[in-house]
């Protein structure tokens, strides 16, 4: 696999397509959001929160982050020795990885269905959600990690925004058909999501393959004694990547779940809601942690100490620049306009709102710590500050919850993220200042 990329001005090109992806994601999911709202209703839309929160806490159990080790394995292409046929079994090893770690929770969402729907509150029979969620997720996602890190160190991150624009884009243009229809509801919401999501990833797999001229005969050629002889080189950082995503389940959807044994399903609602529109911010900023990777492994592989100095302080102020001001947009439009949008069953979320976007502001300067601990051989500094993170953020949910409801939920969330940005980053840039100086 010879390819001869601009370092540089891949770094860049990944910036500002990442940029452009995010910031359109975030213009049409509001839009979808808005939608999904007002026609569900805060109960309803309470329900499908849960149902997708099972999901996605059982998919993050066992999420190897594969982006992470493609942009560690192949982010020097032009000055690797090996032959290309070597270069793509590779490829072949991480995406077998990927697809089993999808799969296992695919069938223990399945099979254990009717038991998440009596933890979860929700209505009789929603075991079918839960399985249609289940399948379609793991057709959505198998492959996914892999296109998306293996497109973004070739510099492809046009290709990526498209694609995740084009997923939101369809899942809002159908979502607006079935709404003109009066046919809408949370199995509408699900099978939407299923047919959207896998549509794309198919998509993304036919744009990915064409760079890769030689694989099917690399297939062929493949052995597992010789894949697992391979995988040891990042078995450090496939078994931290596991660790770290399950550790992050607070800052996904494990919140969700918890807080459905506390709080009626339409809290819940109004909780999930507050959170999809803080998190918009964040889908803003959040595409540089993607370009960071595999730039700070380069430079800090060829030495370039100055280089890595630079990019953590640039990028610090530019993302909390952005995180502020578009912090600040959100609540004023919410705060002036929220019944509006939404409609009177959401006022609340303005209770719970500025909690979460306070974490943001203060966490989101910090998002090179995670890519830095990757590029200094250290991944479980990561690990570290998300645990560190999960376990204040589980006891603040089920202490304040109780009491405070979903604004204590809020403020549990938010201390959940700030705790694991900042140990992540304060003990590897402590590492990196201990090596260089």
């Known amino acids: 696999m010879v390819l001869k990329v601009n370092k540089k001005k891949s770094f860049i090109k990944n910036v500002k397509w990442a940029f452009i992806g995010s910031l359109s994601q975030a213009g049409f999911n509001a839009i979808l959001l808005l939608l999904m709202g007002r026609e569900l209703g805060a109960l309803e839309f309470g329900i499908f929160s849960i149902v997708m929160g099972f999901v996605l806490v059982g998919n993050l159990l066992l999420e190897p982050r594969i982006h992470d080790v493609v942009a560690k394995q192949f982010s020097n292409f032009e ?34 269905a009717p038991l998440l729907v009596k933890l979860g509150n929700l209505p009789y029979n929603s075991d079918s959600l839960i ?37 939101v884009v369809l ?40 760079y890769l001229d030689g694989l099917y005969e690399s297939l062929i050629l493949w052995r597992l004694d010789e894949s697992l002889q391979r995988l040891l080189e990042n ?37 999930k809601m507050a959170k999809n529109i803080c998190m918009l911010t964040w889908r803003a900023i959040d595409p540089l942690y993607f370009a960071l990777m595999p730039e700070l492994n380069r430079k800090y592989s ?63 300067p910090l998002i090179w710590g995670h890519p830095l601990s990757v590029a200094l051989g250290s991944p479980e500094y990561a690990l570290m500050g998300s645990i560190s993170g999960l376990i204040l953020g589980f006891l603040a949910f089920i202490i304040l919850t109780p009491y405070y409801s979903i604004g204590g939920s809020g403020f549990a969330w938010s201390l959940s993220l700030m705790v694991s940005f900042i140990l992540t980053s304060m003990m590897s840039y402590g590492k990196f200042r201990k090596i260089f100086n």
């Open 171 to 210: 899942r809002l243009s159908l979502t607006w058909i079935l709404i003109s229809q009066s046919s809408y509801n949370v199995m509408q919401a699900i099978i939407t999501l299923a047919v959207t999501g896998i549509v794309i990833n198919i998509i993304q797999w036919k744009l990915t393959i064409k």
């Open 79 to 112: 000055v690797k020795s090996k032959s290309n046929d070597i270069n793509y079994q590779y490829f072949i090893d991480l995406f077998i990885v990927e697809a089993i770690c999808k799969l296992l929770p695919c069938i223990a969402l399945v099979l254990c």
């Open 235 to 271: 078995k450090r950082l496939l078994l931290a990547n596991i660790g770290l995503s399950a550790s992050d389940l607070m800052n996904k959807d494990l919140d969700i779940t918890l807080i459905a044994r506390f709080v009626a399903a339409d809290q819940v609602g109004l909780y």
């Open 302 to 364: 060829i030495g370039d100490i100055f280089g890595v100095n630079e990019i953590i302080k640039k990028s610090s102020y530019i993302i909390l620049f952005f995180s502020v001001v578009l912090s600040f947009l959100i609540f004023l439009i919410f705060q002036f306009f929220g019944e509006r949008l939404l409609g009177k069953e959401y006022v609340e979320i303005l209770t719970v709102m500025p909690w979460m976007l306070i974490g943001i502001v203060v966490s989101a």
């Open 131 to 167: 399985i249609i969620a289940a399948v379609a997720t793991y057709l959505s996602k198998i492959g996914n990690g892999l296109c998306v890190g293996f497109l973004r160190v070739l510099g492809k991150s046009d290709v990526i925004a498209l694609c995740v624009t084009g997923e």
